[in-house]
């Protein structure tokens, strides 16, 4: 049995298993640290401002007119 794992195909398909999994992981590494940052960004706004993170990102994106403003617009409609 232990010959089977020193044979060049084994040896090939072992490597390639290895890549996969570091390639992987490595991609689940950066898109959990970009899901805690953007969750990090979202309670700081919130905390920040007082204004809900999506009202916020809506405000930055929308009218330039003062977010007072532009909310009762916004919840008017």
């Known amino acids: 049995m232990i010959d ?7 040896s090939a398909i ?3 298993v290895a890549w996969a999994f570091s390639v ?3 991609i689940a590494i950066f898109w959990w640290m970009g899901r805690c940052a953007e969750r990090e ?4 706004i919130e905390r920040d401002t007082g204004i809900p993170y999506e009202d ?3 405000w930055v994106d929308g009218p330039a007119m ?3 403003e532009w909310f009762a617009t916004r919840r008017k409609k």
């Open 24 to 26: 992987l992981s490595t």
């Open 66 to 68: 003062p977010y007072e």
């Open 4 to 10: 089977l794992l020193w044979r060049p195909e084994l």
């Open 56 to 58: 916020w990102m809506a």
């Open 41 to 44: 960004k979202r309670c700081n």
């Open 14 to 16: 072992g490597n390639a």
